[in-house]
């Protein structure tokens, strides 16, 4: 698991978890430490990045649920967003995240 201090996030998707989603960095925080299951690759057409794209949902402290999406490049950990998971998504990270 990587350290939280190698966590980057750009001033503008701060400004957008927190607008538009609702999500404050200390959550996000609080989910990469508290993961369970696997990180799921995104793999979709549109999507896909090099390094690939990685996601993983977690329960917040106040049992909300978050998609944490991100790019690991060597030790660092670039977030591209984190939102409430719509049912497909829970759906697909219960059957292959193993949460």
Known sequence: MASMENLK???ASEAK??????VTIPEIRQRFLNRR???LVDNRAL???N??????LALTNKNRWL????IQKGFEIHLKTAFEPNSD???IYHRYGGA
Request: aromatic share 10%; charged share 20%; proline share 7%.
């Open 9 to 11: 996030i750009s001033a």
């Open 17 to 22: 978890l927190k607008a538009k989603h609702n």
């Open 37 to 39: 299951g696997k990180l």
């Open 47 to 49: 999507t896909k990045t």
């Open 51 to 56: 390094p690939p794209t990685l996601w993983f």
């Open 67 to 70: 998609k944490i999406v991100y």
């Open 89 to 91: 998504e829970l759906a």
